[in-house]
């Protein structure tokens, strides 16, 4: 069980796009469609942002995508607005009831 | 309205055990496709699973806190019990359940911080 691979930073200008990654193994990210997105505003609780690898929740902007290939999950922020700036983990099931998270992606915007 | 919420000591020395209780509504423990997770955030650093329960009371750990994690549930309470012993001010963090579906850690609580301090 150890944590998936994120970078510690990522930035981009108002408008622009970012693109974070999330590397697991073939028992994790590589071996289930479960990779979830979470964003977390200091001080706040984790907010689902994307499940399932690339499916949104009611609610969460379509600016938000999620893709995968082999054990790598990105999350693209598209059209970067202020209120993206937070920290961004991802979280992959990783089979029998356990799950693991990233090392977290400080987003700046710029 | 899927809500949960943590309650337990702000406070706990070294070597003491740690008992925290999550209280769930808007949906039933005994759903079949939930679960409840704890997950815990040290102060500035990442989040860290830490265990879960499923609705037919099947259980998982951390492979690296196992021995020190019991996870329990009261289904008519609608309450989650996660003890951990030993307690070491590296345990100091921010302890949040989180409802499971189908692979996924949806709704969160708002969590709670727990220092150990002596």
């Known amino acids: 069980q150890s944590a998936l691979t994120q970078p510690p930073s990522a930035s981009g200008s108002p408008g622009q796009s970012v693109t974070i990654s999330c590397t697991g193994t073939?028992?994790?990210?590589?071996?289930?469609?479960?990779v979830s997105w979470y964003q977390q505003h200091p001080g706040k609780a984790p907010k689902l942002m994307i499940y399932e690898v690339s499916k949104r929740p009611s609610g969460v902007p379509d600016r938000f995508s999620g893709s995968k290939s082999g054990n790598t999950a990105s999350l693209t922020v598209s059209g970067l607005q202020a209120e993206d700036e937070a920290d961004y983990y991802c979280s992959s099931y990783a089979g029998i009831h356990n799950y693991v998270f990233g090392t977290g992606t400080k987003v700046t915007v710029l | 309205q899927v809500t949960l919420k943590e309650s337990g000591p702000v406070l706990v020395k070294p070597t003491e055990t740690l008992t925290l209780t999550c209280t769930v509504s808007g949906f039933s423990l005994s759903n079949a496709r939930m679960g409840v997770s704890w997950i815990r955030q040290p102060p500035g650093k990442a989040l860290e699973w830490l265990a879960h329960i499923f609705s037919n009371d099947e259980k998982s750990y951390s492979t690296s806190l196992k021995s020190r994690l019991t996870i329990s549930k009261d289904t008519s309470k609608s309450q989650v019990v996660l003890t951990m012993t030993n307690m070491d001010p590296v345990d100091t963090a921010t302890y949040y359940c989180?409802?499971?579906?189908?692979?996924?850690?949806?709704?969160w609580g708002q969590g709670t911080l727990v220092t150990v301090s002596s």
């Open positions: 989180a409802r499971t579906v189908t692979g996924t850690i949806d709704y």
């Open positions: 073939s028992s994790d990210v590589g071996g289930y469609n479960y």
